[in-house]
Protein backbone atom coordinates (compact mmCIF):
# COMPACT_ATOMS: atom_id res chain seq x y z
CA UNK A 1 0.00 0.00 0.00
CA UNK A 2 1.37 2.93 -0.80
CA UNK A 3 1.90 6.06 1.85
CA UNK A 4 0.09 9.43 1.18
CA UNK A 5 1.67 12.59 2.61
CA UNK A 6 -0.43 16.13 3.11
CA UNK A 7 1.11 18.75 1.74
CA UNK A 8 -0.08 22.56 1.21
CA UNK A 9 0.22 22.86 -2.46
CA UNK A 10 0.88 27.06 -3.61
CA UNK A 11 1.92 29.84 -1.55
CA UNK A 12 1.40 29.85 2.01
CA UNK A 13 -0.92 33.09 2.57
CA UNK A 14 -2.47 32.35 -0.41
CA UNK A 15 -3.88 29.23 0.74
CA UNK A 16 -4.76 30.53 4.13
CA UNK A 17 -6.55 33.75 2.63
CA UNK A 18 -8.75 30.73 0.95
CA UNK A 19 -9.04 29.11 4.13
CA UNK A 20 -9.93 32.64 5.72
CA UNK A 21 -12.92 33.28 2.62
CA UNK A 22 -13.85 29.40 3.14
CA UNK A 23 -14.54 30.16 6.80
CA UNK A 24 -12.31 27.68 7.58
CA UNK A 25 -10.93 30.10 10.40
CA UNK A 26 -8.81 27.47 12.34
CA UNK A 27 -6.94 26.26 9.56
CA UNK A 28 -6.35 29.87 8.51
CA UNK A 29 -4.71 31.06 11.36
CA UNK A 30 -2.89 27.72 12.21
CA UNK A 31 -1.57 27.93 8.29
CA UNK A 32 -0.16 31.36 8.99
CA UNK A 33 1.26 29.99 12.35
CA UNK A 34 2.93 27.53 11.04
CA UNK A 35 4.71 29.12 8.51
CA UNK A 36 5.41 32.08 11.01
CA UNK A 37 7.42 29.53 13.11
CA UNK A 38 8.66 28.16 10.33
CA UNK A 39 10.59 31.37 9.00
CA UNK A 40 11.25 32.50 12.02
CA UNK A 41 13.40 29.04 12.71
CA UNK A 42 14.90 29.60 8.87
CA UNK A 43 15.82 33.11 9.76
CA UNK A 44 17.54 31.57 13.23
CA UNK A 45 19.27 29.17 11.31
CA UNK A 46 20.85 31.34 8.70
CA UNK A 47 21.81 34.02 11.47
CA UNK A 48 23.67 31.20 12.91
CA UNK A 49 25.00 29.67 9.74
CA UNK A 50 26.07 33.01 7.70
CA UNK A 51 26.08 35.72 10.56
CA UNK A 52 27.55 34.01 13.14
CA UNK A 53 29.56 31.15 10.77
CA UNK A 54 28.28 27.86 12.23
CA UNK A 55 27.60 25.00 10.37
CA UNK A 56 24.40 25.06 9.19
CA UNK A 57 24.02 21.06 9.05
CA UNK A 58 24.93 21.04 13.01
CA UNK A 59 22.21 23.97 13.92
CA UNK A 60 19.94 22.58 11.38
CA UNK A 61 17.34 20.28 13.48
CA UNK A 62 18.14 22.28 17.19
CA UNK A 63 16.55 25.05 15.08
CA UNK A 64 13.75 23.31 13.76
CA UNK A 65 12.58 22.23 17.64
CA UNK A 66 12.55 25.98 19.24
CA UNK A 67 8.80 26.96 19.15
CA UNK A 68 7.42 30.07 17.58
CA UNK A 69 7.61 32.83 21.05
CA UNK A 70 11.28 31.11 22.11
CA UNK A 71 12.61 32.05 18.34
CA UNK A 72 11.15 35.61 18.51
CA UNK A 73 12.68 36.32 21.70
CA UNK A 74 16.41 34.97 20.73
CA UNK A 75 16.04 36.45 16.98
CA UNK A 76 15.07 39.58 19.09
CA UNK A 77 17.78 39.82 21.56
CA UNK A 78 20.39 38.70 18.22
CA UNK A 79 19.09 42.36 17.02
CA UNK A 80 17.24 40.36 13.64
CA UNK A 81 13.83 41.22 14.78
CA UNK A 82 12.65 45.07 15.45
CA UNK A 83 10.68 45.68 18.21
CA UNK A 84 7.59 46.40 16.13
CA UNK A 85 8.34 43.46 14.30
CA UNK A 86 8.87 40.81 17.47
CA UNK A 87 5.76 42.92 19.38
CA UNK A 88 3.67 41.76 16.32
CA UNK A 89 4.86 38.13 16.87
CA UNK A 90 4.25 38.26 20.23
CA UNK A 91 0.58 39.64 19.92
CA UNK A 92 -0.56 37.64 16.85
CA UNK A 93 0.50 34.19 19.04
CA UNK A 94 -1.09 35.83 21.96
CA UNK A 95 -4.35 36.09 19.94
CA UNK A 96 -4.05 32.96 18.33
CA UNK A 97 -3.27 30.83 21.51
CA UNK A 98 -6.43 32.38 22.95
CA UNK A 99 -8.91 31.85 20.09
CA UNK A 100 -7.50 27.64 19.70
CA UNK A 101 -8.45 27.06 22.74
CA UNK A 102 -11.55 29.39 23.79
CA UNK A 103 -13.14 28.10 20.46
CA UNK A 104 -14.48 25.15 22.21
CA UNK A 105 -15.54 26.93 25.44
CA UNK A 106 -18.59 26.09 27.30
CA UNK A 107 -18.53 27.89 30.75
CA UNK A 108 -20.73 26.28 33.37
CA UNK A 109 -24.38 28.26 33.46
CA UNK A 110 -23.10 30.63 30.37
CA UNK A 111 -23.57 31.34 27.74
CA UNK A 112 -20.60 32.19 25.68
CA UNK A 113 -21.10 33.85 21.87
CA UNK A 114 -17.60 32.55 20.69
CA UNK A 115 -14.61 34.33 19.95
CA UNK A 116 -14.57 38.08 18.44
CA UNK A 117 -14.04 37.96 15.03
CA UNK A 118 -12.50 41.40 14.94
CA UNK A 119 -9.74 40.01 17.69
CA UNK A 120 -9.51 37.11 15.02
CA UNK A 121 -9.40 39.71 12.27
CA UNK A 122 -6.73 41.73 13.50
CA UNK A 123 -4.54 38.57 14.43
CA UNK A 124 -5.28 37.29 10.68
CA UNK A 125 -4.25 40.43 9.47
CA UNK A 126 -1.05 40.39 11.54
CA UNK A 127 -0.07 36.74 10.62
CA UNK A 128 -0.27 37.84 6.72
CA UNK A 129 1.78 40.86 6.83
CA UNK A 130 4.56 39.11 9.35
CA UNK A 131 4.45 36.14 6.40
CA UNK A 132 5.89 38.61 3.90
CA UNK A 133 7.84 40.86 6.57
CA UNK A 134 9.51 37.23 7.56
CA UNK A 135 10.22 36.05 3.88
CA UNK A 136 12.06 38.91 2.63
CA UNK A 137 14.52 38.65 6.22
CA UNK A 138 14.90 35.20 4.54
CA UNK A 139 15.49 36.24 1.31
CA UNK A 140 17.53 39.29 2.33
CA UNK A 141 19.76 37.03 4.66
CA UNK A 142 20.84 34.76 1.33
CA UNK A 143 21.45 37.69 -0.88
Not at 68 to 81: C, I, K, P
Not at 127 to 139: A, H, P, V, Y
Amino acid sequence: MPKKFIRIEGWVTEHAQQAYESKNFIEALQVLHGWIENKLQELLILTGSIDHDSEMSRIWDIANQINLVTTAHVLFVLSQLTEKEYQMIIKFNGIRNQFIHKIYHDPYEKIYEGFPKEKYDEAFKIGMELSDILQRKTEDKIE
